[in-house]
């Protein structure tokens, strides 16, 4: 039987406790086997003010998986063709291992406007489509071919509360995983006298 991955992507601006919690709970509770953390790449067309370069968010991942069983790292939208859509991410994913079998992981609030994306119905025909629960965002339509619902313990902590709190002087040790809070501080990371430079 295919080893199953769910593909968890997001920006990790920075990595946090939340993001660790959902993948290892995905991956303990089997709904998947292995989750792979997806690294989206810098957008040139965003302001990249508060958006680190990829090199150095794809560190503070490496450092956050460290000892994580079942959690991997994937970098492969960092070289696709810029805008990257989830579909050809999951489709490059697909051919270049054609012995795993992929899923979808997104958040409730992504889930609202998943009709907004490309191709959202091969997404879930093809590779399936697993929703998390996020405050503030009830998931309706449960029975629909291709998603599964999962309840996963809430945490309500985003990146944007991070960088905010460091930005504000407050110690974020406990709200990231082990090392990364350390390199964030060695690195005088989401400081705003740095921003300045």
């Not at 989750?35 to 957008?43: C, F, H, K, M």
């Not at 091969?122 to 999962?150: C, F, M, S, T, W």
Request: hydrophobic share 40%; with cysteine; charged share 25%.
């Amino acid at each position: 039987m295919a080893v199953t991955v769910g593909i968890l992507g997001g920006s990790f601006n920075p990595v946090h406790v939340g993001h660790m919690m959902l993948a290892s709970y995905l991956s303990q509770w089997k709904y998947v086997d292995k989750v792979w953390l997806t690294l989206s790449p810098r957008n040139p067309l965003k302001d990249p003010g508060e958006l680190l370069p990829d090199m150095k968010r794809l560190a503070m991942l490496n450092l956050a998986i460290k000892g994580a069983p079942d959690i991997d790292i994937c970098d492969i939208e960092l070289t696709m063709p810029r805008p990257s859509y989830t579909i050809d991410t999951l489709d490059l994913l697909a051919s270049r291992y054609p012995e795993l079998k992929f899923k979808l992981i997104i958040g409730s609030d992504n889930w609202r406007i998943f009709d907004k994306w490309r191709e959202p119905q091969r997404i879930l025909d093809q590779y399936g489509v697993i929703v998390y629960r996020r405050p503030g965002y009830p998931v309706e339509k449960n029975h629909i071919a291709g998603l599964e619902v999962v309840d996963a313990p809430m945490v309500d902590i985003s990146s944007t509360f991070i960088r905010q709190a460091i930005a504000k002087g407050r110690t974020m040790n406990y709200f990231l995983p082990q090392g990364v809070y350390k390199y964030i501080v060695d690195n005088r990371l989401y400081r705003p006298e740095e921003k300045k430079k």
